[in-house]
């Protein structure tokens, strides 16, 4: 019976896709043994009991702010090590995977300490902090872009993907669902979100953006969970439908089109799928990921991009018709897309994850 502990925190785009892995882990192999390791105080505290998995906290901080505020982060990692040991000799882990998150270097250190095998993913195009000071000490990194190939030691880059990829390409579209958005089976449907908050600001600019669109498109517009009063923002427009969640998974394979941001794990799902997209990266990340992960597609001609900076009705008009009207466009887009796209993802790093197993288990 295989052991894993898996180590990720802080937001949904390192959570999500561990929580991605693990299904399908599970679902491969019935009797294998699942910890979580994350922070006490995140997101992951709540949402990962939630799935069902056992999970152990540590307190940890990233390395940013005044010089008092890193020695704390400093000091709060090394006690981190400390109890990290505990829990995985506890477990009596195979096999540790770090999928980002500050919370993920003190626990990978403690498990290379252990001798445990060890890998980590990397879900964005930049190399997040946390993987940068210990990509020498694992021994096998998971990537998605190439763009990590400048970072990262070559030897031990496996490039597979995001395994919410197949998640996406594995889901099976709900009719009764997609109808009940308002929804019809016989329109071009284009989707647009900006994350599961949404985005004030873009929300307003769309009321200008979207006042000559397509009378032959349908629109569901995300308007956020934060932007409830948003929800009139296109009353009298028949075919503009606004809620302020959706279930993705539920739909995907019945969009022709999406407008969002370039978070990893939507552009994991999006390039499986083959969806033509315009993508608007929020300036609001550390180190500016998202317009990296977007520009990795624009250089292949795999989506369109909009700089936040540059957003406005004209230019996001503009875009639309120049791809969502042009079927020729939207064709050499998806095709594009799916070149990129990583739809067996979590099978291939379950399948590295075992093969970690077995050479541990030789040694």
Request: charged share 25%; net charge neutral; proline share 4%.
């Amino acid at each position: 019976m295989k052991k894993i502990c898996i180590v990720t925190g802080g937001t949904g785009g390192h959570i999500y896709p561990a929580l991605a892995f693990a299904s399908k882990v599970k679902q491969l192999d019935e009797q294998a043994e699942i910890l979580f390791i994350g922070n006490d105080d995140r997101m992951e505290a709540q949402l990962i009991p939630s799935c069902g998995y056992p999970f152990k906290a540590l307190h940890t901080s990233g390395l940013a702010g005044s010089v008092f505020d890193k020695a704390r982060a400093v000091a709060q990692m090394l006690g981190s090590i400390s109890k990290a040991k505990t829990y995985l000799k506890d477990f009596g882990a195979d096999l540790v995977i770090g999928f980002g998150g500050y919370v993920s270097a003190p626990v990978m250190s403690a498990a290379v300490s252990l001798g445990i095998p060890t890998m980590i993913h990397e879900q964005n195009s930049i190399v997040g902090k946390s993987n940068k000071l210990v990509m020498n000490k694992v021994d096998a990194i998971v990537t998605c872009y190439d763009k990590c190939d400048e970072v990262f030691p070559k030897d031990k880059i496996r490039k597979l993907g995001n395994p919410r990829a197949t998640i996406a390409l594995e889901a099976r579209p709900d009719e009764d669902y997609f109808h009940s958005l308002g929804l019809q089976d016989d329109k071009k449907t284009i989707l647009i979100m900006m994350g599961s908050l949404g985005s004030s600001s873009v929300n307003e600019l769309m009321k200008d953006a979207l006042s000559d669109v397509d009378p032959s498109f349908q629109i569901l517009y995300v308007c956020g969970k934060d932007n409830s009063d948003d929800l009139d923002l296109f009353k009298g427009h028949s075919n503009i439908h606004v809620v302020s969640y959706v279930d993705t998974l539920k739909i995907y394979k019945k969009i022709d089109g999406m407008i969002c941001r370039a978070g990893a794990t939507t552009i994991a799902e999006l390039t499986a799928l083959g969806i033509p997209s315009i993508l608007i990266p929020s300036p609001y990340v550390a180190n500016n990921h998202q317009y990296y992960n977007a520009s990795q597609l624009t250089e292949r001609h795999a989506a369109m991009m909009i700089e936040e900076k540059d957003l406005n009705a004209r230019t996001l008009s503009e875009t639309m018709k120049k791809l969502f009207e042009d079927p020729q466009t939207m064709a050499s887009v998806r095709e594009n897309a799916l070149k990129m796209g990583k739809g067996n993802a979590a099978y291939d790093i379950a399948a590295l994850a075992d093969s970690l197993i077995r050479q541990g288990a030789e040694k």
